[in-house]
């Protein structure tokens, strides 16, 4: 009975998160212009609520709206003092810059939050604070400058940029204006003293505001003189201002086309002044000028300072309510709101009060550094649909071995993902086999907004069923990604970890009241944003029947293009078996574990076991919608799948001598071999749950694998690859060896499962090998992850399993969040 129920809860939540389509009243809202959204609807509240943020979350500070083409803005900044200062200008957030903190430790999408960066080069640290009016249609940015003990007088410059993305097509020869932003202060060839002010206006922001000062009441900013004989427009004492017309695939260049202005501006002084160079020391030959008069839709506002200092940038929609808009009297007020509410809606969903102080800090930088990565991309993408990538079509090379033939895209779109981003420095996109991950955290704290997440991605899939692996959108994407890695291919697939999110909801499904609809007429409505749909039955009820076709296709695309070889091979009637496309003798891309070891020599005849546990919990999750929706016939399908994937995994997979789950392949005589590499791929049966609860011999030579020191166990979690494995530690050694932080938290939550559903079956031994095993895993990894980020200011894509140091993409804010969950799991089981 109670499983019954667990099932049915789950089923209303994977309703919840699988909608595309639009039905309901609530939904159909979602496709009318946000000016035409009824006030005080939930999906006007909701939408407004997300409207703004950091959204080009590759960038240090990069905002935008959730709008295809409209206002971008960012801040740069470089060191003054040097002439190879302005070499080191800040934008893109990047692996190489030597920062030794660069993070959101305090952050909501829908309120605002703080950014913390400590800059080594420029020799500062800066407190971006980023916040919204509760009306989600104005913000403001307060930027913070505190320099370095013992660089108490270093000159920085910063360059505040808007571009308004305003142009579209005509049928005559230039393109017309459907928006405009232009400076509005009076112009002034010497520069500007207090605030100046922008102003705009396009078909979705309606009339806006921009004002920036030079620091708000009792700042005292500070900056370098104007050495005599330098020319007046290159005073630094002043905020200086120089726009131009860029196409709307350029505005996002901003940083490029600042660096090419600055250049001519520059290389006029050197022409005109060559006798006199001395004259222009860095923090003036370094101020841009507008040498042509020009004019535009992207617009440059540079200011210098010498030590501390702050300055304000406020965004206003115009026809907001004074109560609404924020102002520089009201900015500081402002801050305090909503780091409070920030601090308060943390600790009201996460319980860590267990851990000391500076811990606490971690796990809530852990949850705002994954949301500062909230992103918004429209564009198009490069897409091989012509391209064979299935091993037996490869060409062989003199010595066995093959590769993909290169990929040549053909650009498909425009599409757009609102997403998280595994790491903004390294990798600032959408990642499928990622966001399950992704989500995990995020469903605790906002699981409207994580709805809203996995119908983005959702509406990605293509008449054929597919999703690009990797959504590299539009031309800033692109230019983020090396061109070997560009182009997809609709043949390679990533694992379906949305699914992950289906389990975490089970297992938390206790916590939330399905039976206490929120009335969406409710004046308090507003105060629920964050858990609205998962508490409202119509509108699940309405999400599971939009969803169902295109998740079904989904799921049918997987079945139909990585089905392994089963007839041909004489291994039995059952048909469920996988196989990863588009694999080398290197890399399988596609199962996201890229280098780690598999079948040698590639061979047709290859079966995957995580593919295998990967369709299993597709498979579960189709089956509980088709339960909701009364398809009886589906239903009986997918239960029938369900228990052939299951079987399988233990006819092919696993292998009694080496007590292991393993990949499959043949010999010389095509008779089936298992190809055994101990790690991470044999503990897919167990970290999906796939081994049946009365194997219970099976589950203990896994919990044995995993705690075997020669094997799996280290001190700062399960490695990825045995120690006694031939290729342990070789190559690459992407995933040979390091601890993975994702994988590591599905151990542990399967250890907690096992534990609880095999104690008709288990032994004492068992039972206290897993609590072993649990409890001392855990604590090893919260320790490890917290000292790596104390040590170097950062959290990572993966750590050492001798040393436990980091490795890989710093700022790795995607999976490695979920350490958070981790904290908050129990220390022991019972």
Request: charged share 25%.
């Given at each position: 009975m109670l499983q019954a129920k667990f099932c049915a809860l789950l089923a209303f939540f994977i309703v919840a998160v699988f909608s595309t389509q639009d039905f309901n009243e609530f939904d159909i809202l979602r496709d009318l212009p946000l000016n035409e959204l009824p006030e005080g609807s939930y999906e006007r509240l909701s939408y407004d609520s997300l409207l703004w943020g950091p959204y080009n979350s590759g960038r240090y500070l990069g905002i935008r709206p959730r709008l295809p083409e409209s206002l971008l803005s960012g801040l740069m900044w470089f060191n003054a003092d040097e002439q190879l200062g302005v070499s080191r200008l800040r934008d893109f957030y990047e692996q190489g810059d030597n920062m030794a903190r660069a993070n959101w430790v305090q952050f909501d999408p829908r309120l605002g939050g703080r950014q913390v960066i400590s800059d080594n080069d420029c020799h500062i640290d800066l407190t971006i604070d980023f916040v919204k009016s509760d009306n989600g249609r104005n913000w403001a940015v307060k930027v913070k400058l505190t320099p370095h003990k013992g660089h108490e007088n270093v000159k920085t410059s910063f360059v505040w940029w808007s571009g308004l993305q305003g142009e579209r097509k005509s049928d005559g020869i230039k393109p017309e204006n459907e928006g405009v932003l232009k400076f509005d202060t009076p112009h002034n060839d010497a520069g500007y003293k207090g605030t100046v002010d922008l102003s705009g206006f396009s078909d979705d922001l309606g009339l806006f505001e921009i004002k920036i000062n030079d620091g708000g009441p009792g700042t005292s900013n500070k900056h370098p003189g104007l050495p005599k004989g330098t020319l007046r427009e290159l005073n630094p004492k002043r905020t200086h201002h120089m726009s131009l017309r860029v196409p709307n695939q350029n505005v996002w260049q901003s940083r490029g086309i600042f660096m090419t202005l600055l250049k001519d501006?520059?290389?006029?002084?050197?022409?005109?002044?060559?006798?006199?160079a001395d004259r222009f020391p860095p923090h003036v030959v370094y101020i841009l000028r507008n040498m042509n008069n020009y004019e535009g839709n992207l617009h440059f506002v540079q200011k210098v300072y010498e030590g501390a200092s702050e300055f304000d940038v406020i965004y206003t929609d115009v026809t907001s309510p004074p109560t609404e808009k924020i102002t520089f009297d009201n900015i500081n007020n402002k801050i305090d709101e909503v780091l409070l509410k920030v601090n308060t809606?943390?600790?009201?969903?996460?319980?860590?009060?267990?851990?000391?102080k500076k811990q606490q800090e971690f796990g809530q930088e852990m949850l705002s550094g994954l949301l500062g990565g909230l992103s918004y991309f429209h564009g198009d993408h490069l897409v091989d649909r012509k391209s064979i990538v299935d091993n037996d079509e490869f060409a062989v090379d003199e010595n066995d071995g093959t590769e993909l033939?290169?990929?040549?895209?053909?650009?498909?779109?425009?599409f757009e993902l609102f997403t998280l981003v595994p790491s903004r420095p390294f990798f600032p996109r959408g990642f499928y086999w990622d966001e399950g991950f992704h989500l995990l955290p995020l469903l605790k704290y906002d699981s409207d907004l994580a709805l809203e997440i996995i119908k983005s991605w959702f509406n990605l899939i293509d008449d054929d069923g597919w999703i690009a692996r990797e959504q590299i959108l539009g031309a800033e994407s692109r230019s983020r990604v090396p061109e070997a890695f560009q182009v997809q291919s609709p043949a390679i697939v990533n694992p379906p970890?949305?699914?992950?999110?289906?389990?975490?909801?089970?297992e938390n499904s206790q916590k939330t009241k399905l039976d206490e609809a929120v009335n969406l007429d409710a004046e308090d409505l507003k105060d629920n944003i964050g858990n609205i749909v998962l508490n409202n039955h119509e509108l699940l009820?309405?999400?599971t029947r939009q969803i169902y076709p295109k998740l079904k296709s989904h799921f049918e695309m997987f079945r139909r293009t990585q089905r392994g070889s089963i007839e041909e091979f004489n291994r039995g009637p059952n048909p469920e078996a996988y196989r990863w496309r588009g694999r080398t003798v290197t890399h399988s891309l596609a199962s996201g574990i890229d280098d780690y070891p598999r079948p040698l020599p590639l061979d047709v005849a290859e079966l995957n076991v995580d593919l295998l546990c990967w369709m299993g919990v597709m498979t579960r999750s189709?089956?509980?919608?088709?339960?909701v929706l009364e398809l009886h016939e589906d239903q009986e399908q997918f239960a029938q799948i369900e228990s052939d994937i299951i079987a399988n995994v233990e006819a092919l997979h696993w292998s009694e001598e080496d007590k292991a789950y393993c990949d499959v392949s043949v010999d010389d005589d095509d008779e089936n071999v298992y190809v055994c590499h101990k790690g991470y791929i044999s503990l897919f049966p167990f970290m999906t749950r796939m081994i049946p609860v009365e194997h219970v011999d099976k589950i203990e030579h896994v919990v044995d694998q995993i705690t075997d020191p020669e094997e799996l166990w280290s001190d700062f979690g399960i490695r990825s690859l045995s120690k006694s494995d031939e290729y342990y530690r070789t190559g690459e050694n992407y995933w040979k060896s390091p601890v993975w932080i994702n994988i590591n938290y599905l151990v542990l939550e399967s250890l907690q499962h096992y534990h609880e559903v095999t104690k008709p079956h288990a032994s004492a031994q068992l039972k206290k090998k897993i609590e072993r095993a649990y409890s001392e895993l855990r604590e090893n990894l919260i320790k490890n992850v917290f000292k790596q980020w104390e040590n170097t200011g950062f959290v990572w894509e993966s750590y050492d399993d001798e040393s436990g140091e980091n490795k890989g993409a710093k700022n790795f804010l995607g999976w490695t969040s979920t350490i958070l969950i981790i904290m908050e799991m129990p220390e022991k089981l019972t």
């Amino acid at each position: 009975m109670l499983q019954a129920k667990f099932c049915a809860l789950l089923a209303f939540f994977i309703v919840a998160v699988f909608s595309t389509q639009d039905f309901n009243e609530f939904d159909i809202l979602r496709d009318l212009p946000l000016n035409e959204l009824p006030e005080g609807s939930y999906e006007r509240l909701s939408y407004d609520s997300l409207l703004w943020g950091p959204y080009n979350s590759g960038r240090y500070l990069g905002i935008r709206p959730r709008l295809p083409e409209s206002l971008l803005s960012g801040l740069m900044w470089f060191n003054a003092d040097e002439q190879l200062g302005v070499s080191r200008l800040r934008d893109f957030y990047e692996q190489g810059d030597n920062m030794a903190r660069a993070n959101w430790v305090q952050f909501d999408p829908r309120l605002g939050g703080r950014q913390v960066i400590s800059d080594n080069d420029c020799h500062i640290d800066l407190t971006i604070d980023f916040v919204k009016s509760d009306n989600g249609r104005n913000w403001a940015v307060k930027v913070k400058l505190t320099p370095h003990k013992g660089h108490e007088n270093v000159k920085t410059s910063f360059v505040w940029w808007s571009g308004l993305q305003g142009e579209r097509k005509s049928d005559g020869i230039k393109p017309e204006n459907e928006g405009v932003l232009k400076f509005d202060t009076p112009h002034n060839d010497a520069g500007y003293k207090g605030t100046v002010d922008l102003s705009g206006f396009s078909d979705d922001l309606g009339l806006f505001e921009i004002k920036i000062n030079d620091g708000g009441p009792g700042t005292s900013n500070k900056h370098p003189g104007l050495p005599k004989g330098t020319l007046r427009e290159l005073n630094p004492k002043r905020t200086h201002h120089m726009s131009l017309r860029v196409p709307n695939q350029n505005v996002w260049q901003s940083r490029g086309i600042f660096m090419t202005l600055l250049k001519d501006s520059v290389q006029d002084i050197i022409t005109t002044y060559e006798q006199d160079a001395d004259r222009f020391p860095p923090h003036v030959v370094y101020i841009l000028r507008n040498m042509n008069n020009y004019e535009g839709n992207l617009h440059f506002v540079q200011k210098v300072y010498e030590g501390a200092s702050e300055f304000d940038v406020i965004y206003t929609d115009v026809t907001s309510p004074p109560t609404e808009k924020i102002t520089f009297d009201n900015i500081n007020n402002k801050i305090d709101e909503v780091l409070l509410k920030v601090n308060t809606n943390f600790k009201k969903n996460f319980d860590i009060l267990k851990f000391l102080k500076k811990q606490q800090e971690f796990g809530q930088e852990m949850l705002s550094g994954l949301l500062g990565g909230l992103s918004y991309f429209h564009g198009d993408h490069l897409v091989d649909r012509k391209s064979i990538v299935d091993n037996d079509e490869f060409a062989v090379d003199e010595n066995d071995g093959t590769e993909l033939p290169k990929l040549e895209g053909e650009l498909e779109g425009p599409f757009e993902l609102f997403t998280l981003v595994p790491s903004r420095p390294f990798f600032p996109r959408g990642f499928y086999w990622d966001e399950g991950f992704h989500l995990l955290p995020l469903l605790k704290y906002d699981s409207d907004l994580a709805l809203e997440i996995i119908k983005s991605w959702f509406n990605l899939i293509d008449d054929d069923g597919w999703i690009a692996r990797e959504q590299i959108l539009g031309a800033e994407s692109r230019s983020r990604v090396p061109e070997a890695f560009q182009v997809q291919s609709p043949a390679i697939v990533n694992p379906p970890t949305l699914m992950l999110a289906f389990t975490y909801l089970l297992e938390n499904s206790q916590k939330t009241k399905l039976d206490e609809a929120v009335n969406l007429d409710a004046e308090d409505l507003k105060d629920n944003i964050g858990n609205i749909v998962l508490n409202n039955h119509e509108l699940l009820a309405n999400y599971t029947r939009q969803i169902y076709p295109k998740l079904k296709s989904h799921f049918e695309m997987f079945r139909r293009t990585q089905r392994g070889s089963i007839e041909e091979f004489n291994r039995g009637p059952n048909p469920e078996a996988y196989r990863w496309r588009g694999r080398t003798v290197t890399h399988s891309l596609a199962s996201g574990i890229d280098d780690y070891p598999r079948p040698l020599p590639l061979d047709v005849a290859e079966l995957n076991v995580d593919l295998l546990c990967w369709m299993g919990v597709m498979t579960r999750s189709i089956k509980m919608i088709a339960e909701v929706l009364e398809l009886h016939e589906d239903q009986e399908q997918f239960a029938q799948i369900e228990s052939d994937i299951i079987a399988n995994v233990e006819a092919l997979h696993w292998s009694e001598e080496d007590k292991a789950y393993c990949d499959v392949s043949v010999d010389d005589d095509d008779e089936n071999v298992y190809v055994c590499h101990k790690g991470y791929i044999s503990l897919f049966p167990f970290m999906t749950r796939m081994i049946p609860v009365e194997h219970v011999d099976k589950i203990e030579h896994v919990v044995d694998q995993i705690t075997d020191p020669e094997e799996l166990w280290s001190d700062f979690g399960i490695r990825s690859l045995s120690k006694s494995d031939e290729y342990y530690r070789t190559g690459e050694n992407y995933w040979k060896s390091p601890v993975w932080i994702n994988i590591n938290y599905l151990v542990l939550e399967s250890l907690q499962h096992y534990h609880e559903v095999t104690k008709p079956h288990a032994s004492a031994q068992l039972k206290k090998k897993i609590e072993r095993a649990y409890s001392e895993l855990r604590e090893n990894l919260i320790k490890n992850v917290f000292k790596q980020w104390e040590n170097t200011g950062f959290v990572w894509e993966s750590y050492d399993d001798e040393s436990g140091e980091n490795k890989g993409a710093k700022n790795f804010l995607g999976w490695t969040s979920t350490i958070l969950i981790i904290m908050e799991m129990p220390e022991k089981l019972t």
